[in-house]
C-alpha cells in the first residue's frame, strides 16, 4: 500500500488541470526507446523501478511536462522554462483535499533526466497521504525496447507489463506503478487510487 501512495504522489506532483493558460511551454521530445525509471521517496527506503518503451507517439500522449487536465480541481498550474530546466508549479483539490506541487525538471531528454518534487497535501481521506512528500524521478535512456515491451507500454516492478495509458487513467491498483511518467496526465492523490511515474515523468 505504501508503494502505491509513493507512486500516486509522485505523479501528484505533475498534476494539472484543464482549461488553464499552459503557458505555450513546449514539452521536450525523449529519444525513442527504453527508459529505465526510478522513484526514490523520503517517505519509502526502497526505490521503484520501472521500464517505459517510447517511441513518438506515445511520447505525446506521455509528455514529460504535464498536460492540463480535470476541470476545476486546480486553482494554479504554471510552466517555467529557463534553459534546458523547467519548474511545474500547481495548487490543486479535490473530494475536500488540497495539494500543492513543486517540481524542478533537468537533464537530457535523450539520455538522463531527473525529477525533484515536493507535494504538500492535506485534508485528504486517507491520513498516510497527507503532509509533505519530497520525490526524486530518475529516467535513464537504456537503448532499444526489448521485444517483449512494445511502444505505449511500461514494465511494472511485479514484472507485469501496461500500457501507460492504463497508468495516465489513474487505474492501476495495488501492486503497480505507473502513470504519468515523468510527467503526463495526473490526478490529485486524494480522487485516484493509484500509482503512476514519468515521466515527467
Known sequence: MKK??????????LAG???????????????????EQTVQSDRSPTPLVTQWCFDAESDKRTPVLPRPRRAGLCQKFAIHKDGDSYTVDTACSANGASITSHAVITGDFTSKYTINSTVDVSNASDPARNGEHKTTITA????DCPSDLSPGQVRLPSGDVVP??????????????GGGAPGGNAAPPASSNAAPAGGGQ
Open 17 to 35: 488541470c484543464d482549461k488553464l493558460p499552459f503557458f505555450k511551454v513546449a514539452s521536450p521530445p525523449r529519444k525513442p526507446g527504453l527508459w
Open 140 to 143: 535513464i535512456y537504456k537503448g
Open 4 to 13: 502505491v501512495i509513493l507512486l500516486g504522489l509522485a505523479l501528484t506532483a
Open 164 to 177: 501507460m495509458a492504463q497508468l495516465r487513467s489513474g487505474m492501476m491498483r495495488p501492486g503497480g506503478p
